[in-house]
């Protein structure tokens, strides 16, 4: 069987936790575009995108987030399977018409969030679980015609749209990475918070937290349904071409 070809659009700023994170729960030959740098795929046919987070904003004025908007909102319209993670789920959200905004407070560390709704992106996950969030931004306004699928007291965390979803938590955490993230954090939230979440970060609040890392083999298996059905091949050969760097 061909494996998947997925378009990473790697929104992280350098962070090698990034990357190394979604190839390992990503069951799929990745491309890596380094869109803080302005690179975009020059074509839309790909078995399915993924988007990740970000210490940018999506409203802040920087030359690169319009054209990865724009670019998101078309592979959308082309019915891309699409998977957007914290950043990549408010870049999705204003591709699609939805609006972000910043929060009065700062959501981080091991939370519990609760599904809405039984979207198979959620199938074998409990309708309370636990992931890593890291977030002073929220999608605030819905993108029209989208789906809540998940949320807490801090907002939504998870809708869909056609073939498109966003995920405001982290599911593709590693204990390392949630250290170093929330190390990063003492500026903008003080150093006893931080060793509040720090103190949380144990390996029995990750293993409670692997549940949510389903939604990847979920997703997996949705852009794989879509490439068999033949709506996610036609341009298989520019895409091996164009997919080299980061296969």
């Known amino acids: ?46 078995d399915g995108v993924v988007i990740t987070g970000s210490r940018s904003s999506v409203y802040w004025d920087e030359e690169w987030i ?16 699409i998977l957007g993670v914290c950043y990549g789920h408010q870049v999705l959200a204003e591709a ?41 931004d929220a999608v605030v306004d819905l993108p029209p015609g989208a789906t809540p699928l998940a949320e807490n007291e801090f907002g939504v965390h998870a809708f869909r749209e056609g073939n498109a979803w966003g995920v405001q938590f982290h599911p593709e955490y590693d204990e390392a990475t949630a250290r170093e993230v929330t190390e990063g954090k003492r500026e903008r939230i003080g150093d006893e918070a931080v060793e509040a979440v720090l103190s949380d970060i144990t390996p029995g609040n990750y293993e409670a937290a692997c549940e949510a890392k389903t939604l990847f083999e979920n997703f997996t298996s949705y852009a794989r349904s879509v490439r068999d059905a033949g709506e996610g091949t036609d341009g298989a050969e520019e895409a091996e071409r164009d997919a080299g760097v980061g296969a």
């Open 66 to 81: 319009p054209p990865l908007v724009d670019w998101t909102a078309e592979a959308a319209e082309r019915d891309v399977p």
């Open 1 to 46: 069987m061909t494996r998947l070809r997925f378009a990473l659009l790697n929104a992280a700023h350098a962070d090698a936790n990034t990357a190394r994170n979604f190839r390992r729960e990503l069951d799929a030959d990745l491309a890596e575009f380094d869109v803080n740098a302005g690179r975009l795929p020059e074509h839309f046919d790909w």
């Open 96 to 136: 699609l018409g939805g609006r972000v905004a910043g929060m009065d407070g700062f959501e981080i560390g091991y939370n519990e969030i609760e599904r809405r709704g039984g979207d198979d992106l959620f199938a074998g996950i409990d309708e309370t679980f636990s992931a890593f969030t890291t977030h002073g």
